[in-house]
T-cell receptor
Framework: QKEVEQNSGPLSVPEGAIASLNCTYS??????FFWYRQYSGKSPELIMS????GDKEDGRFTAQLNKASQYVSLLIRDSQPSDSATYLC???????????FGAGTTVTVRA | DADVTQTPRNRITKTGKRIMLECSQT?????MYWYRQDPGLGLRLIYY???????NKGEISDGYSVSRQAQAKFSLSLESAIPNQTALYFC????????????FGPGTRLTVL
């Protein structure tokens, strides 16, 4: 089992809709969770960090964490064409200051 | 100016050649990382360093070596490049007090023929 798994996508959503991205992880002691956005040919950009169960909102982005279910998600509200990118879920397994990344979910927002 | 820089940005080389990729940062972070990214495989950790005297292998270190010349500089070498090392390479940094957040450089696209 991979340490971090994401829904494979690609995910296509109409402009203005909500994009929902899911991520599961295998290490129960993980304490730090991240979402990165990566445009084609560019480097990953950190968009959300979450450390406690529940929701964390930042602008149009909401991260949701459920440690009991080993599940973290990202919601993108009012999706815009500029949100079209690959979204990477990252987890710090075993709290050893390294990150494990999922393979990413590609989102396309169609006008 | 960018906080994390990588040179070169693109490199084409031949099998068997020795290649060095360089990373510099002005963020003042102690921790530095080298990743490679392949389509469908996500980011995989090659080496990481928590300070100048602390260097550790990641999950795919075979065929690679690193040097931490200073707090701000971390270089990755391919001793004898092979075609399956063709990939996008990223350097990243993090602050020990930054709750594990990592910040990435712009990447180096390496092609081994």
């Amino acid at each position: 089992q991979k340490e971090v798994e994401q829904n494979s996508g690609p995910l296509s959503v109409p402009e203005g809709a909500i994009a929902s991205l899911n991520c599961t992880y295998s290490d129960r002691v993980s304490q730090s969770f991240f979402w990165y956005r990566q445009y084609s040919g560019k480097s990953p950009e950190l968009i959300m960090s979450i450390y406690s169960n529940g929701d964390k909102e930042d602008g149009r982005f909401t991260a949701q964490l459920n440690k009991a279910s080993q599940y973290v998600s990202l919601l993108i509200r009012d999706s815009q064409p500029s949100d079209s990118a690959t979204y990477l879920c990252a987890v710090n397994p075993s709290n050893d200051y390294k990150l494990s990344f999922g393979a990413g979910t590609t989102v396309t927002v169609r006008a | 100016d960018a906080d994390v820089t990588q040179t070169p940005r693109n490199r084409i080389t031949k099998t068997g050649k020795r290649i060095m990729l360089e990373c510099s940062q002005t963020k003042g972070h102690d921790r530095m990382y080298w990743y490679r990214q392949d389509p469908g495989l996500g980011l995989r950790l090659i080496y990481y360093s928590f300070d100048v005297k602390d260097i550790n292998k990641g999950e795919i270190s075979d065929g690679y070596s690193v040097s931490r010349q200073a707090q701000a500089k971390f270089s990755l070498s391919l001793e004898s490049a092979i075609p399956n090392q063709t990939a996008l390479y990223f350097c990243a940094t993090s602050d020990p007090d930054g709750r594990d957040e990592q910040f990435f450089g712009p990447g180096t696209r390496l092609t081994v023929l």
